[in-house]
């Protein structure tokens, strides 16, 4: 306003201090509904302020916490990812990335993302400790891959067996790991056992699609054609 004192910038400068005091109230609400634990409010609050705060990294991990506890990660990640690239050697947000993979079972991407936080910071104790549980894992599970696309599948099972003990935390990577030992049963013509394993598969995932046609085959194999 001083140094261009028309009407015309004085209504632009109001309208933006009108403004600027909404978003603050806003904030302080969202703040607020973050701390009483009403993830849904603060979300909403949240959506207001960055429609107009578009470049702000701490309100985009404000509410990627917030979808981390209403359960929608793929939104967290979003806000997550843009995080990252608005603040400069964000290896916090790297690591929530590169978490939310691994809880999620995509531990390939899991890696790429824990290797970008340890490129920022290589004596980052979290991202080193997760580097070398989703390495591990990513190692033993393209192991059991790799000999069930050479016909070993006793070797696949055995490795796929260590690999339930490796990650007993997360169910996904247990249950993943069943079905492809019921896949490596059924290729291996242990019908019995591949029927009693698909079947302990599809009692979580009903519509699990591998396990399904891996127990038709062991079916098939029995002789039990209706079922």
């Known amino acids: 306003l001083k140094s261009n004192p028309s009407n015309n910038e004085e209504k632009e400068a109001q309208t933006q201090l009108t403004k600027s005091d909404e978003l603050q109230r806003l904030h302080s609400q969202a703040l607020s ?9 603060a979300i909403s609050l949240l959506d207001e302020i960055l ?10 991990e404000l509410r990627a916490e917030c979808y ?6 793929s939104k967290a990640i979003s806000d997550l990812k843009a995080a990252a690239k608005l603040k400069n050697d964000n290896t916090e947000a790297f690591y929530k990335i590169s978490r939310i993979y691994y809880q999620l079972g995509d531990h390939e991407l899991s890696l790429s993302e824990v290797r970008e936080c340890l490129k920022l910071d290589q004596d980052h104790k979290q991202c080193f400790s997760l580097y070398k549980q989703v390495k591990k894992l990513n190692k033993q599970i393209e192991s059991a891959e790799e000999f069930i696309r050479e016909g ?12 339930m003990k490796t990650e007993p935390e997360v169910p996904i990577y247990s249950a993943r790991a069943k079905e492809r ?5 059924s290729k291996n013509q242990q019908a019995t056992e591949a029927i009693k394993l698909c079947t302990e598969v599809l009692q979580l ?7 399904l046609k891996d127990r038709a085959e062991a079916y098939l194999l029995e002789d039990m054609y209706e079922e």
């Open 68 to 73: 981390i506890k209403e359960g929608e990660p």
């Open 152 to 163: 070993r599948y006793e070797d696949a099972i055995s490795k796929y067996e260590t690999i």
């Open 33 to 41: 509904a973050y701390q009483q634990e009403d993830y849904e409010a």
């Open 181 to 185: 030992i019921c896949h490596c049963l």
């Open 51 to 60: 429609a107009v705060c578009v470049w702000d990294a701490e309100l985009r």
């Open 205 to 211: 995932e009903p519509t699990n699609v591998n396990a």
